[in-house]
């Protein structure tokens, strides 16, 4: 969600090299493609509703309402909705720890997850508790059901792993403190970008009114740094050290 959405596509267009196209929720919603694929929504009504300018996780739903009542049963918060957009509903809630995530039910746009050579975007959950948020999410979400088209859960690599077939969903690691100043620290969904020139990314971002906010971290895997927008919203942008998305998120 963001509070000026041609703003928005400027700059995200600039530092990831995306196109965008409208979508059928209406004028003030636009998707984002790279090499003809969907990676990312941008809404451009924070002021209206009177939410955060952020990047926020949305998790397709079978019914709303049955998943709103799910969170207030396991002690987290609904925040707004659900509510009527377009072709569906969505909400906003926060998980125990206060990491905030949507829900969608409602039309999803086909081949979200296609993308030439691996995922374009992912995932990261850091909260306090790893395992007990993966049953927080699988409850609510219905992870790991028995019926046909469920999500897969593992433990890899010290991390709770979230697949639907052969895709990765999530990451979830553990660590994270609730109290902490430094809002990196504290349970949130972190949202990556994968970009062929981190640094070139990085100029462009400081040029166009953004700002960094960690320091580069460098992996057998990859090379990231996290980002704000010019209107504050965070993201990671990752350079693969081998060109090629990490099937897990992980690395």
Do not use: K
Request: contains cysteine; aromatic residues 8%.
């Amino acid at each position: 969600m963001t509070g000026d959405l041609d703003a928005a596509q400027q700059f995200y267009g600039a530092v990831l090299g995306w196109g965008f196209r409208p979508t059928r929720l209406g004028e003030g919603f636009s998707v984002a493609m790279r090499d003809g694929a969907p990676v990312a929504g941008i809404g451009g009504l924070a002021r209206r509703l009177g939410v955060p300018v952020a990047w926020t996780p949305y998790f397709a739903v079978d019914d709303a309402d049955v998943t709103a009542a799910r969170v207030r049963e396991r002690g987290a918060t609904m925040g707004v909705g659900p509510l009527a957009f377009g072709t569906g509903r969505a909400a906003l809630a926060a998980d125990p720890d206060g990491a905030v995530f949507g829900f969608w039910q409602g039309e999803v746009i086909p081949d979200w997850t296609a993308h030439p050579g691996g995922a374009a975007a992912w995932l990261e959950l850091r909260t306090r508790d790893a395992f007990a948020a993966a049953v927080f999410y699988g409850e609510v979400l219905d992870w790991a059901c028995e019926r046909s088209g469920c999500c897969d859960v593992s433990y890899e690599q010290d991390h709770v792993v979230v697949r639907r077939g052969r895709d990765t969903v999530a990451v979830i690691s553990g660590g994270a403190v609730e109290e902490a100043p430094d809002p990196q620290v504290r349970p949130r969904w972190h949202v990556h970008f994968d970009v062929p020139d981190l640094e070139a990314a990085v100029e462009t971002t400081t040029r166009l009114g953004g700002r960094t906010v960690s320091p580069v971290h460098t992996t057998s895997a990859s090379r990231r740094i996290t980002l704000a927008d010019p209107e504050g919203a965070l993201f990671t942008i990752v350079a693969l050290q081998n060109g090629t998305a990490p099937a897990s998120g992980l690395g």
